[in-house]
RNA sequence: GGUCGCAUAGCUCAGUUGGUUAGAGCGCGCGCCUCACAUGCGCGAGGUCGUAGGUUCAACUCCUACUGCGACCACCA
């Protein structure tokens, strides 16, 4: 276990260092510490002592190949293609006649004990009661009534094979039918099955020893030459396999120990009813409950080579009786051994005084241990500091694939022993799947090694990725092109601070110590734009809508910052104006430093390797060792700056405008044109004001602002709300596709101005709707005609042009 | 068999209380080596939001049915 651990445990503990996960390694743990185990010990007697532990033998889910019993849990069920065979047993006080019965698993045949009809069932009154004789083993059999079977399954007539069926175990019970167990360990015909119910069966010399399928086709075959099979029909089945292997689980009559889950489950479910413990997204609520609901008691014991061993002992005096050995130093407990339960090994039994005692050889499910891992990682059961100041803990992240053998056991467990809950949130994340949407596994060969992805791309593009494609409730399909375009991301920040850190004058001024009095127009914008973005990203992440985080700073860093501010900026820094000059440096440090801060937990290693060279250049290296203890940024209220941004919103209106112009008049950028502007006097005022971001962004040489008069022939037109643009462009304009472009502009503007006309018509829908929605349908309806009278003016115009040169 | 989820641009996906010109990334087309970045810059094309009904003044958004995927749970032989 050590070795497996050593070399497995650190491959684990490579890769969440490669990803860049920053933990206290001080408190890495194994379940198999001394520490856990003390803990498994003690919430075992305490379970025991409070009486939710028994052991008993019961018809339990079996592994042939571990060998081992599993927990319902570790049962995988499987849809199979299989068969129904239709087998008739004959009566016994009249051989011409008989029941047919319909079973998936023929050689079970051999350990049936009776056979059952419902008693409404009219074909079967005359067999109730009756006695059957199974074939091949010529054994007599009840034919016996209960309204579990159900009359349009099969036949109608269902074997009852208490040894291997676990319904049939529970009728077994209530007619207190025998049991035999006709498989060994191994799922191999057992002999002695037959021996001990007085058999002396001549037949089983062909059976003997034979694996289970085996056996069936050895069943099949004779049944055929006997007579007895009436039928064979497809039928697909679901098949249970060990979860470890996959080998066919056999239900296996052996004596072990289980938890009683009910009294347990019974407070988990109330605290995620009562919001004590949430579940994100909600949806896995219900699959909790359902999963709680119908919770059987958990078999915890298991008959594998490494675990917590069951703290158990059996007085060898006393339970002499009860000790099988099955092997070399092997031995097993029947069901009647006494155990006692102690924390550690006994020294005197109490019922004779003996000393001499041996251990339960059984070990635990690995997930009773790691059920206990909220409070055994941190000392309990002693009252530690660790378990005072960390218990609970705020969030778990995790898969659904574990919600139920961890997570629900962790809660259980946490409830049962804390008294409190292990975690307030339980944040079940997406699942990564491969391209084509499957599952990765190792049988599939489809599973993408992490360390891979990261080394092509980068880890910070890979955990970014990530963040971004991880919407709520959503599976992830991995697209390296998503990882690729996420990493030009990781390189767009780079150049920005490159650009920021070229322009810093450095030592003298601190980012955080900016004097936010008269700062321009950019950089009160882009402060305000900072602000709004930190206010979402943090509301994001409160609701681990990761996807939405990635999305705004993503949005904000490339979009906002790089694509304007920086251009915008570049103005001030080259404007001679000291004052203005210092100012931009600051706001350009401020907002790199807190993109910067924002991104560190998904881009850990470019965003911290950047915060390094910014605090040298601004002269603070000393004071801040990591960008890993600063605190996440706050929106800073006071540059919340709504008129700005509007302001700005409003320049980046017309410099699109007059992009758009430019390039589709295929103006190219090296070329300065002239522009001029109609307006009002407040707009144009505003525009004028700002006029060297416009002459710079959209690469305007000569500005003109009219309030009215005749407006410029000859010239590409646009209308921004109600400024109109015009790039006079003389000869050099084409007729045609201006017109095409303008009438193509119109016919949009119409159709939109036809929807809210239509809106507006509707007497019903001003009656109606909320008075805030019918004012802007009013205002937008007044906008088009507004834009649709200028457009035509300019249409009206290129025509007048085009009919003077004709 | 039961439960839940998903169907939106060529691809992968966002769209939080019903009213937006339905968005992004990649891909695609056109034009650019504009002094942080060609892993880049600017502009653009592309969607009757799976089908059929219903509720509503108004539906991508709510309800029902259907179709097609997917997942989970399940002891009907």
């Known amino acids: 276990v050590w070795q497996w651990k050593k070399e497995t445990g650190s491959t684990i503990l490579n890769q969440l260092k490669a990803l860049g996960i920053s933990c206290d390694w001080s408190h890495e743990r194994f379940t198999m510490d001394e520490g856990l185990s003390r803990a498994v010990r003690e919430a075992f007697v305490r379970l025991w002592a409070d009486g939710l532990l028994y052991r008993a033998e019961r018809l339990i889910n079996w592994c042939p190949r571990c060998k081992t019993a599993l927990a319902d849990i570790e049962v995988v069920h499987e849809e199979t293609d299989g068969h129904l065979w239709h087998i008739r047993y004959p009566f016994v006080d009249d051989a011409s006649s008989g029941l047919t019965v319909a079973t998936t698993r023929p050689e079970t045949m051999l350990g049936d004990t009776a056979v059952a009809v419902n008693p409404e069932d009219p074909r079967y009154r005359h067999a109730i009661d009756r006695k059957v004789r199974l074939p091949i083993v010529g054994r007599e059999i009840a034919v016996i009534a209960d309204s579990y079977v159900d009359p349009t399954f099969g036949t109608g007539a269902l074997k009852i094979t208490p040894g291997h069926d676990f319904n049939d175990f529970e009728i077994g019970q209530k007619y207190h039918l025998p049991i035999i167990c006709i498989f060994d360990d191994d799922a191999k015909i057992r002999a002695a099955a037959f021996a001990e119910n007085g058999y002396e069966p001549t037949w089983l010399e062909r059976y003997k020893g034979k694996d289970r399928f085996e056996a069936r086709k050895l069943v099949v075959e004779q049944l055929k030459e006997e007579g007895h099979l009436e039928k064979i029909e497809p039928y697909r089945l679901a098949l249970g396999r060990c979860y470890r292997c996959q080998t066919p689980v056999e239900p296996y009559l052996t004596p072990q120990w289980f938890v009683k889950i009910k009294p347990l489950a019974e407070p988990a479910m109330e605290v995620v009813r009562d919001g004590r413990l949430k579940i994100v997204p909600e949806g896995w ?64 039994c109490p019922q004779c005084g003996g000393d001499k005692f041996i251990r339960d050889p059984d070990v635990l499910d690995t997930w009773f241990s790691s059920g206990l891992w909220p409070f055994s990682t941190l000392g ?6 660790d378990l005072q100041r960390f218990y609970p803990t705020s969030a778990l992240v995790t898969g659904f694939d574990i919600l139920f053998f961890w997570v629900a056991r962790m809660i259980m467990m946490g409830l049962k022993f804390m008294d409190n809950v292990p975690f307030r949130d339980v944040y079940i994340h997406a699942l990564v799947r491969d391209q084509e949407g499957q599952k990765m596994s190792k049988s599939k060969g489809n599973v993408i090694d992490p360390l891979e992805v990261m080394d092509k791309f980068g880890t910070d593009a890979f955990r970014f990725t990530l963040a971004a ?95 304007w501010y920086i251009e915008m900026s570049k103005l001030a820094l080259n404007s001679g104006d000291a004052n203005e000059r210092s100012k931009t440096e600051c706001v350009l440090a401020t907002v790199l430093e807190n993109i910067l801060l924002l991104l560190h937990p998904v881009m850990p290693f470019v965003t911290e390797e950047i915060w390094h060279a910014l605090k040298e250049k601004l002269g603070q290296k000393e004071r801040q060792p990591t960008i890993m203890l600063q605190s996440y940024p706050r929106a800073v209220e006071t540059d919340i700056h709504p008129e700005a941004e509007q302001r700005v919103g409003y320049l980046m209106e017309i410099t699109r405008a007059v992009r758009n112009l430019r390039a589709e008049m295929n103006c190219p950028p090296s070329k300065e044109v002239k522009v001029v502007l109609f307006g009002s006097a407040d707009n144009l005022s505003l525009l004028q004001a700002q006029e060297r971001y416009l002459k710079a962004l959209a690469r305007v040489g000569a500005l003109e602002y009219r309030s009215d008069g005749e407006r410029p022939k000859g010239a590409a037109t646009a209308v921004v709300g109600e400024t109109e643009v015009y790039v006079p462009l003389g000869d050099l304009i084409n007729l045609d596709e201006e017109k095409s472009r303008l009438s193509r502009e119109l016919a949009r503007v119409e159709d939109e101005l036809a929807r809210v006309r239509k809106k507006l018509g509707n007497s019903d829908f001003i009656a109606k709707a909320k008075e805030e929605v019918v004012r802007r349908e009013k205002q937008k309806a007044a906008e088009f005609e507004d834009k649709i009278r200028t457009l035509n003016q300019s249409l009206g115009r290129i025509e007048e042009i085009a009919g003077d040169k004709a």
Not at 316 to 329: D, M
Not at 380 to 385: A, L
Request: aromatic letters at 14%; a negative charge.
């Open 285 to 348: 609520a219900n699959s909790y409950f359902a999963w709680m609901e119908n919770i059987k008691d958990w078999t915890i014991s298991r008959q594998i080579w490494w675990g917590h061993q069951i703290p158990a002992w059996y007085c060898v005096a006393c339970e002499q009786g009860h000790i099988i050995k099955t092997g070399q130093g092997d031995f097993m407990l029947t069901k009647e051994a006494k155990p006692i339960v102690a924390r550690e090994q006994p020294t005197k």
């Open 380 to 385: 309990w059961p002693d009252e530690t500091e």
């Open 469 to 563: 494609l991880a919407a709520m409730g959503r599976d992830v399909k991995l697209a390296e092109d998503r990882i690729a375009g996420y990493q030009n991301f990781v390189n767009k920040l780079w150049n920005a601070a490159r650009f920021v850190l070229m322009n810093l004058s450095g030592g003298r001024q601190s980012a955080d110590e900016s004097s936010n009095g008269d700062l321009n127009l950019a950089d009160q914008w882009i402060l305000s734009r900072l602000a709004a973005t930190i206010s979402k990203v943090r509301e994001a992440v409160d609701a681990y809508r990761f996807n939405e985080f990635a999305h705004h700073l993503y949005q904000f860093t490339w979009h906002e910052f790089c694509d």
